[in-house]
Each structure stands twice: as structure tokens, then as C-alpha cells.
């Protein structure tokens, strides 16, 4: 059984950081292309950034040179590095997972974690 949990979330002030991490349990090979989204209340959800199996990285253009994902294929632990967070950044972040085997595909989402940025 696949699971995906998040942690890292909290309220910051404008111009801080927070570090999300997302751990993946129950795949029986390597990590899969993983990403971050998000949705705040009355917005879609939105891909904030993307991370295949083989390390290429995409970004949101709104979080490009602030945010940085990142992947330890040891620990099954993928990061997201938010550094000069504004108040539009505010939402519920999720883990997402993109597996493919036997030729089915498989898609596992996190429980989501709060961001709050806010004076």
C-alpha cells in the first residue's frame, strides 16, 4: 500500500521559509516523477513543481527561483524549499505521485499541509 505523508507546513511571515517533505512508504522500486501542488480556497489546484525518476525538475513560474524541489531516492523523501514566501504563496500543499507498472498507471496524493503566509 502506497502512502504519501507531508509535514513542514506552518504560518510564516512574509519574506521567510518553510521546508516541506513529503515521505512516500509501499513503492517496491525507486521513487516515481513526484511533485508538489497546491489550491487555495476558491482556486484550482496547481502544479508548484515537478521532479521525474530521473531528477529533471519543472517549476511553477510563479515560484521559479524561489522554490527548489529536491529528492533523496535513499531515504524515499522528496522536499520542497520555499524561500522568499509571500502571502500569495498561502495554500494546502500536496504530495503527488505519478507510478507507472506492468503498463497501468498509478497517481497517490498526500493528506495536504497548511501554508500560511501572513504578517
Known amino acids: 500500500q502506497v502512502q504519501l505523508v507531508e509535514s513542514g507546513g506552518g504560518l510564516v511571515q512574509p519574506g521567510g521559509s518553510l521546508r516541506l517533505s513529503c515521505a512516500a512508504s509501499?513503492?517496491?522500486?525507486?521513487?516515481?516523477?513526484m511533485g508538489w501542488y497546491r489550491q487555495a480556497p476558491g482556486k484550482q489546484r496547481e502544479l508548484v513543481a515537478a521532479?521525474?525518476?530521473?531528477?529533471?525538475?519543472n517549476y511553477a513560474d510563479s515560484v521559479k527561483g524561489r522554490f527548489t524541489i529536491s529528492r533523496d531516492n535513499v531515504k524515499n523523501v522528496v522536499h520542497l524549499e520555499m524561500n522568499s514566501l509571500k502571502p500569495e504563496d498561502t495554500a494546502v500543499y500536496y504530495c503527488?505521485?505519478?507510478?507507472?507498472?506492468?503498463?497501468?498507471?498509478?497517481?497517490?496524493w498526500g493528506q495536504g499541509t497548511q501554508v500560511t503566509v501572513s504578517s
Open positions: 503527488n505521485a505519478k507510478a507507472r507498472r506492468f503498463g497501468y498507471a498509478y497517481e497517490y
Open positions: 509501499g513503492f517496491i522500486s525507486s521513487l516515481p516523477d
Open positions: 521532479i521525474t525518476s530521473g531528477g529533471g525538475t
